[in-house]
């Protein structure tokens, strides 16, 4: 169903079942599909790195995790942002949502899930939309700078905001909040500490803030999401498939960037044995390393004439890093 075929956000007043259903609000777009009230209702925002175009949206592409539910015909509702500078806080949108609140009250149980912006948004407006309760990974709990100093990635989203957000602060959610983080990453975990309602965490040390894709490569994103979604979490089987983030290759690295200084000299030698044996067991790639010395190279020498322009070199530091760690 096309944008064009549905009711715009002021005139809806009630939910449509047993098809899937888009429209937009503001700069968010909204999709859904009923199956059966009888079920949980999945409220899901995305990741900002899963920001869309206006041009996406008219193409038809779906929200993030939308395809994931409706294929297994479970009720959802998922919002996506357009457009960057997009924290899901819009006027229209917040007035939609209240709309929203009423008719998803039909459900038993409505469980929101997000991560890092998405895990910001699931905050925002979970008490709003009254949700039953709600799964945050490595979800930042603001954006506004001077509320998290200790977060370097926002120094350079407060560089592009273009209003005050300082308001925007999720710590107080009253909506009960399970967590999952890296404890080894400060700013991931300063975020974590802020929120007042986590009442249930479970950490995947030394990936920083990469959390879904550490989950997916170890093969335990989906069974984790589904749990919540009909009770808890098996924590077991949760810490047992971490047990194998050693076998990523970004968690040697990015433990090597962030978690040095809080790992002790044993844990440390461990991992450097793992990593060690890991390279021993790949065959050498000599026109790979030769790629990646002249793109480490070609990084050096812009710095430098950045540097001679008058550029901030910090800054630069911290955009290459942040393109290491993959923000979202």
């Known amino acids: 169903m096309s944008l ?4 715009q956000a002021g ?5 449509t079942y047993h098809q899937s259903v888009r429209l937009q609000v503001d700069n968010v777009l909204v999709q859904y599909h009923i199956f059966d009230a009888d079920e949980p209702l999945m409220v899901t925002f995305p990741p900002g790195c899963q920001v869309m175009s206006q041009e996406q949206v008219d193409e038809q592409k779906s929200a993030w995790s939308f395809q994931f539910f409706a294929k297994q015909k479970m009720n959802v509702i998922s919002f996506n942002h357009i457009g960057d500078d ?3 806080d819009s006027l229209a949108f917040e007035q939609f949502l209240v709309k929203l609140s009423s008719a ?3 459900f038993s149980s409505r469980i929101g899930y997000g991560a890092s ?8 407006h979970a008490d709003k939309l009254n949700l039953t309760k709600a799964l945050l990974l490595m979800p930042l709990s603001t954006y506004w700078q001077a509320l998290a100093p200790w977060d370097p990635k926002l120094k350079n989203h407060s560089q592009s905001q273009k209003r005050d957000i300082s308001h925007l602060d999720v710590s107080q959610c009253k909506t009960p909040l399970t967590i999952i983080y890296d404890p080894l990453f400060f700013p991931d975990r300063q975020h974590k500490q802020r929120f007042e309602n986590c009442v249930a965490s479970y950490t995947v040390p030394g990936v920083g803030h990469r959390i879904v894709r ?3 490569d170890l093969g335990s994103l989906k069974s984790t999401v589904l749990e919540f979604r009909v009770g808890e979490i098996n924590a077991a089987r949760f810490y047992q498939a971490a047990r194998k983030r ?5 968690y040697f690295r990015t433990h090597q960037k962030v978690c040095f200084k809080k790992s002790s000299l044993k844990r440390y030698s461990i991992i450097q044995l793992h990593k060690l044996y890991l390279v021993s067991q790949q065959s050498i790639n ?5 790629d990646r010395l002249k793109e480490s190279c070609a990084k050096r020498q812009n710095s430098i004439c950045s540097f001679i322009h008058g550029k901030d070199m910090m800054f630069i530091r911290n955009t290459t890093a942040g393109s290491v760690l993959v923000f979202c």
């Open 11 to 15: 005139e809806l007043t009630m939910l």
């Open 4 to 7: 064009d075929d549905v009711p």
């Open 86 to 88: 997009n924290y899901f």
């Open 214 to 216: 550490a989950l997916q």
């Open 246 to 250: 050693r076998t990523l290759s970004y």
């Open 117 to 124: 912006r998405g895990g910001f948004a699931t905050a925002l």
């Open 104 to 106: 998803i009250a039909v």
């Open 286 to 290: 000599l026109q790979k390393m030769i």
